[in-house]
């Protein structure tokens, strides 16, 4: 089994619906984080979350918000889709106890379309 | 000036050679820099990873880290069609936050 599971992992939707992209893991990790990757534009922050009570936004989070629910499950929600929400998005996570320069392992991705 | 910078590609390589792929940052108080590897389609996976200057090897992979010139590069020896991927570089500074490349795809032909 996957240490970080994202699902769905392919959803196919139309504007203005509410959409709830999931993510949990099995290692333990204290962050997390959600990213979005579209071509030619490389793999942007959408939201990070050091611990339950830590939420922060990132690059681009406008139209996302996220949920913490417990420290292995992080949810990002868009409210109302629009077509440009369409990527391929990413979950994170990461280990702190070692220090803060720890690596990010990722999930495998839910591909987003947004018609 | 984007804060990392990668050259997209393609690199051509022939079976066997060497790789070599660099980034530059312009951030000068970054910290801790990772080389990852993306198959078409599939999530990022972590290569290597390198925090002090000079050279970083494991297996095939080598991560060199220049702090002063502000550059990161990771060489590939003895390259197989199986490496063709793209690389993303990735950057943390004082903030916590990754900031990623946009990748160079390798293309390593038989």
């Known amino acids: 089994d996957a240490d970080v599971t994202q699902t769905p992992r392919n959803r196919i939707t139309k504007t203005g619906k509410r959409i709830m992209l999931e993510c949990s893991q099995t290692?333990?990790?204290?962050?997390m984080y959600w990213y979005r990757q579209d071509p030619g534009l490389g793999l942007r922050l959408i939201y990070y979350s050091f611990d339950v009570k830590d939420i922060n936004k990132g690059e681009i989070s406008d139209g996302y918000s996220v949920s913490r629910q417990a420290q292995a499950k992080f949810s990002l929600s868009l409210e109302s889709a629009i077509p440009n929400q369409t990527a391929l998005y990413f979950c994170?996570?990461?280990?702190?106890?070692?220090?803060?320069?720890?690596?990010?392992?990722f999930g495998d991705g839910t591909r987003l379309s947004i018609l | 000036q984007k804060e990392v910078e990668q050259n997209s590609g393609p690199l051509s390589v022939p079976e066997g050679a060497i790789a070599s792929l660099n980034c530059t940052y312009s951030d000068r108080g970054s910290q801790s820099f990772f080389w990852y590897r993306q198959y078409s389609g599939k999530s990022p996976e972590l290569i290597m990873f390198i925090y002090s200057n000079g050279d970083k090897e494991d297996g095939r992979f080598t991560a060199q880290l220049n702090k002063a010139s502000q550059y990161v590069s990771l060489l590939i020896r003895d390259s197989q069609p199986s490496d063709s991927a793209t690389y993303l570089c990735?950057?943390?500074?004082?903030?916590?936050?990754?900031?990623f490349g946009t990748g160079t795809r390798l293309q390593v032909f038989p």
């Open positions: 290692k333990g990790h204290d962050r």
């Open positions: 990735a950057v943390k500074g004082n903030t916590d936050k990754l900031i």
């Open positions: 994170a996570t990461s280990d702190s106890s070692f220090g803060r320069n720890q690596p990010q392992h």
